[in-house]
């Protein structure tokens, strides 16, 4: 078996097609051939307002049933905060009682002498994630966007969408983060670092108002100061003390001071979507996405990413496809394959233990 | 149609037809492996002949089971010659020839997204905990309850409701005869939410409580919202009765009409007579199918990526808990989830590491790349302690329901532990297996510890409604790996003190061995597997639960992979304070059960 069990990509450029689906109720707001940027609102779909309802019978004093004859307004009418729904003159015509909405909205139902009013709708809306150009798009489905562009998919992100220059502040992995190397011109950027995030870079981060930070690891003890940062944030390697792959930091070096997109969003699978960062690019051509996926073999050659330790998030290259198991230091015998680091060393991983990179 | 799709088309009386008589193909579609197992007419009995496994394919690129499926069943192929799919990838059924195609094939899965559920009810601690239990029977994700307990407007219910954009509401509440009113109000609730909703996004109902009310919740939901609805028994007839096994059957069918739209599952599920069952549900079937045949109580845990199952067989009920976001890849974060102290992972450590962070941080990378596998000593050892609190916390949570039985204290006398799952099955050495669910569940008495290293539990019990006779001939012909028989003990003694001697005298030996067993110790006593052999034990300051508080027992025992184990570290026992001691005993431990010399 030589089988990937998961698949990313790191590479310089390629064609990249994103399919944005849609709620139910989306509707895109972007026409075909259209130039997106990342931070377009290709689509919006209206979310559901706040709900209340109106007992009728309770407030007219009088059987439920009974009191839905005494309605003013029908179902669909928008109505006002305060506005009359219902009214009924009480047996000696003296008195109007009435029962009002308590808020703006529109009646949605009326059954069993109660109104349901459902408050001013909200909207979502769907951004592009992806600078590029609009390609199809349908009502309730989907908006496909392509480009051409550097893409890096990393081990974990959160936070979401951000879109802006790429200050690279290392030149060389490392494990040592010297939290005091922030400037004015770290404002507003998206700020790399070839090393460990901690939680003095992170507060130099928050201060000096980044729009998205990458790091190559962080330790999971810090996931909970994370949940106040506005930014996105991105590991490249994963959790723990791991210095960034020289690969990526290469790619993200060559892209210095470029333009680039982050798209942080969680998953609970991190197999189906990895954070990716997206570096447009106006040149180049590449139709990899459209390879097929029956090629996702490992073969001799073919660049893998390696996911356990102490190597966690390196990338090498496949030397060697060995016919037999091999037993690890675990003592467990696996298949797998023989994989060159950077670094000169070759060392035996098993398929379970990397990734395929496209 | 499936037994399952004709399930929830209202079909009352599912056709089960002829027993197959041919070869048998069963696919498991699991989160990280999908396994196929070819079993097989040999010499007029039913054999496991082979087995497949791949990559699951149902994440990008491929978004497709099928890719897996076809890469395990060509495995199969490879090993036993047996055409089993066409030029393009179908399924060839039935047999068409000699080594051509297959009779019977049969499907689980428990890979992919579980069903969004609201669950409705009444009382917290009585239809509310039934539906529960009901619910843990399958991959269902519960996103919110409304029960009496439920502080919220109907206002604010109906907004919950929208939001949580359900697939299913599962509805129980009310014992046959009893109150109408209260459960009433709650449909009145749910009703308002569905038809506030889009029509093609209503969810289904699936309705298990009192039976008075089922007409009536039908009209109501049905003829006047439109929304889908299923009635089951009722999971609590009366205060003191649970009927769980109805409202289990039609979440295992929904869980199936729910693959059909996942990329691959549809031709998958064509393919097959049952549908795709939950494998938890399937691997329940085959510890009862156990139970029944050998008479016996059985615990079956099957620790698995994204999900843990404990199923068990108990005094004549039978109970099933999936455990939906515990599990030792994709269910990681459930343990952390209720924010373990670090020191009930790393007292099972021979080593210190270097700082907490690290512990953590292996648990997370774990969860963000679920198929890896320990590499090294070092992290076995992590993993295999995940694996001890990923089952302690699965037992604790499933015991709340095993009726008679203590929520805390010792573990109910089960006669046989069943594992299944890479972690607990395919250890580089079966010590490792036992040595983990003895400490995770610190069973008293006499057990049976048996492994399943092929994955066939699940796909014995998927088999079953088409062939009991393929079932029983292959655990009759041994599917799976008795680790060998163990006798814990309670009490405590002085570390070092001889607390144990006996004799094991194998059958036919002219001899019997003649041993000591000191306190704080595990050890094995060498037996070969299968055969039988007489072990005669003399306890001091310990006791063997086993009718009374004899000081002298004689018991029938068979060897097993690791022959017989004699667990004399007592129960409960507590770890030493000082680190060196404690990795002293726990490297002890590990090199009695593996045999293996450690650093």
């Known amino acids: 078996m030589t089988s990937a069990f998961s698949f990313s990509r790191v590479t310089a450029v390629t064609g990249i097609r994103r399919v944005r689906r849609l709620p139910s109720a989306g509707v895109p707001r972007v026409s075909l051939s259209q130039p997106v940027k990342a931070l377009d609102v290709i689509a919006v779909a209206e979310t559901p307002g706040i709900f209340r309802m109106v007992k009728l019978g309770k407030q007219l004093r009088t059987d439920p049933k009974y009191a839905e004859t005494c309605m003013i307004k029908r179902v669909g009418d928008v109505v006002q905060k305060g506005e009359v729904l219902a009214l009924r003159r009480t047996s000696l015509g003296m008195r109007k009682l009435r029962a009002v909405s308590p808020i703006d909205g529109r009646i949605m139902e009326v059954d069993d002498g109660q109104v349901v009013i459902e408050g001013e709708r909200g909207y979502q809306e769907i951004y592009a994630s992806v600078p590029g150009k609009v390609v199809a798009m349908e009502v309730g489905e989907h908006v496909i966007i392509e480009t051409n562009a550097a893409l890096i998919q990393i081990a974990w992100g959160l936070g979401g969408l951000a879109w802006g220059t790429l200050k690279l502040m290392d030149t060389e992995p490392g494990l040592d983060t010297d939290a005091k190397r922030f400037n004015i011109d770290h404002r507003g950027s998206i700020v790399a670092i070839g090393s460990p995030l901690t939680e003095d870079f992170l507060k130099g981060a928050i201060d000096i108002r980044v729009k998205g930070l990458i790091a190559s690891s962080m330790h999971s003890s810090l996931l909970p100061l994370l949940s106040k940062v506005e930014f996105p944030i991105g590991l490249t390697q994963g959790f723990g003390v791991l210095p960034m792959s020289e690969r990526i930091l290469g790619l993200l070096s060559t892209y210095n001071g470029r333009e680039v997109a982050l798209d942080m969003s969680f998953s609970p699978d991190w197999r189906n979507v990895r954070p990716e960062i997206i570096i447009p690019i106006t040149s180049g051509q590449s139709s990899a996405d459209a390879r097929g996926a029956e090629q996702y073999e490992f073969r001799v050659g073919q660049q893998a990413r390696v996911l356990q330790a102490p190597y966690l998030g390196e990338i090498g290259t496949v030397t060697e496809l060995p016919d037999e198991m091999q037993q690890l230091g675990s003592g467990l015998w696996m298949s797998g394959a023989q994989i060159q680091m950077s670094t000169g060393e070759t060392i035996f991983v098993p398929f379970a233990n990397l990734e395929y990179l496209g | ?599």
């Open chain 2, 1 to 599: 149609m499936s037994l399952l799709s004709n399930l929830l088309g209202g079909t009352e009386e599912v056709t089960k037809g002829s027993e197959v008589s041919g070869a048998i193909l069963s696919v498991d579609v699991g989160s990280v492996y999908t396994r196929a197992i070819l079993l097989d007419v040999v010499d007029g009995m039913y054999r496991f002949v082979a087995r497949g496994e791949a990559p699951t394919t149902d994440i990008p690129p491929w978004n497709n089971v099928l890719e897996g499926v076809g890469r395990a069943v060509r495995d199969i192929t490879t090993a036993t010659g047996r055409q089993i799919l066409d030029d393009e990838g179908e399924l060839i059924i039935p047999e068409s020839a000699a080594f051509l195609g297959v009779s019977c094939f049969t499907a689980t899965a428990s890979a992919g997204k579980p069903v969004r559920a609201v669950l409705v009810g009444l009382m917290p601690d009585v239809s509310l905990s039934s539906g529960k239990r009901a619910a843990e029977s399958s991959y269902l994700l519960l996103t919110d309850t409304f029960s009496l307990a439920d502080r919220r407007s109907p206002e604010q219910q109906i907004e919950a409701l929208m939001r949580a954009r359900p697939d299913l509401i599962l509805i129980v509440g009310g014992t046959d005869g009893g109150a109408v009113q209260s459960i009433r109000k709650q449909i009145d609730t749910i009703a308002m939410a569905c038809d506030l909703m889009e029509r093609d996004r209503r969810p289904t109902i699936l309705y298990a409580g009192n039976r008075d009310l089922h007409g009536e919740i039908e009209t109501r939901l049905v003829d006047d919202v439109g929304v889908n609805f299923i009635a089951a028994d009722n999971v609590r007839p009366t205060l003191e009765s649970e009927q769980l096994n109805s409202a289990q059957t039609y979440l295992a069918a929904l869980y199936h009409r729910q693959k059909l739209h996942s990329g691959g599952f549809a031709d998958m599920g064509s393919w097959s007579k049952g549908g795709i069952y939950p494998t938890a549900h399937s691997f329940s079937r085959a510890v009862h199918i156990l139970s029944e045949l050998d008479e016996q109580d059985i615990l079956g845990i099957d620790l698995g990526s994204a999900s843990t199952t404990v199923a068990a067989c108990l005094k004549g009920t039978n109970y099933l808990n999936v455990m939906g976001s515990l599990g030792m890849g994709h269910g990681a974060r459930g343990l952390l989830a209720s924010k373990p102290k670090i020191e009930s992972l790393t007292r099972w450590l021979t080593y210190e590491p270097d700082s907490a962070d690290d512990v953590l941080d292996y648990v997370w990378n774990k969860w963000l790349f679920p198929q890896i596998v320990p590499a090294t000593k070092n992290s076995l050892e992590m993993e295999m302690a995940m694996a001890r609190e990923i089952i302690r916390n699965a037992a604790l949570s499933a015991r709340s329901g095993w009726r008679g039985v203590q929520p805390r204290g010792p573990l109910p006398a089960f006669d046989t532990i069943l594992l299944t799952g890479s972690t607990l099955a395919q250890p580089p050495h079966y010590g490792w297996s036992a040595l983990v669910v003895l400490d995770a569940l610190l069973p008293l008495g006499i057990t049976r510890i048996v492994a399943d290293p092929y994955g066939l539990a699940a796909a014995l019990g998927g088999v079953a409604p088409f062939s009991p006779r393929a079932v029983v001939q292959v655990l009759d012909t041994g599917a799976f790996v008795d680790l060998g028989t163990v006798i814990s003990v309670s009490g405590r003694a002085r570390r070092g003190d001889v607390v144990i001697r006996g004799k094991l005298k194998p059958v036919g030996a002219n001899q019997a061995e003649v041993f000591e067993v000191q306190y704080g110790s595990i050890v094995r006593l060498p037996l070969e597997y299968g055969v039988q052999a007489e072990l005669s034990l003399q306890t001091h300051h310990v006791d063997i639960d086993v009718g009374g508080r004899r000081r002298s027992h004689k018991f029938k025992v068979a060897g097993g992979e690791l022959g017989v184990i004699l667990d004399a570290r007592g129960r409960p026992w507590r770890f030493p304070r000082d680190a060196e001691q404690r990795h002293e005993m726990n490297r002890e431990w590990q090199r009695s059960m593996t045999q293996e010399e450690l650093e």
